[in-house]
Nanobody, 118 residues
Framework: QVQLVESGGGLVQAGGSLRLSCAAS????????MGWFRQAPGKEREFVAA????????NYLDSVRGRFTISKDSSRKMVFLQMYSLIAEDTAVYYC???????????WGQGTQVTVSS
């Protein structure tokens, strides 16, 4: 069982930056690939970024590549999403996700709101 708690969301002007954090509980943090998803009002939840359980592989939504960076600190059981050059379209609730490679376990945080004012 893994519990995820996000923090770091808020209101920022376009062009600004934010750093989201996700704190994970549980003894098997290294078994999970970690990711960030987001859901804007009236839209489906979408993938934003992910990092492999080893930390060696990252993947990004095309529209955030080069602006967002995902990282993990396994010793602290934390995952981060550094966001730069934010635009209005990045406004959404951002969710942290932990998933095993075979999909047998899939956990979500409660979400943190990011609002970018133009």
């Amino acid at each position: 069982q893994v519990q995820l708690v996000e923090s770091g969301g808020g209101l920022v002007q376009a062009g600004g930056s934010l750093r989201l954090s996700c704190a994970a509980s549980g003894r098997t943090f290294s078994s999970y690939a970690m990711g960030w998803f987001r859901q804007a009002p009236g839209k489906e939840r979408e993938f934003v970024a992910a990092v492999s359980n080893s930390g060696g592989i990252t993947n990004y939504l095309d529209s955030v590549r080069g602006r967002f960076t995902i990282s993990k600190d396994s010793s602290r059981k934390m995952v981060f999403l550094q966001m730069y050059s934010l635009i209005a379209e990045d406004t959404a609730v951002y969710y942290c996700n932990a998933r095993t490679n075979d999909g047998s376990a899939d956990y979500w945080g409660q979400g943190t709101q990011v609002t970018v004012s133009s």
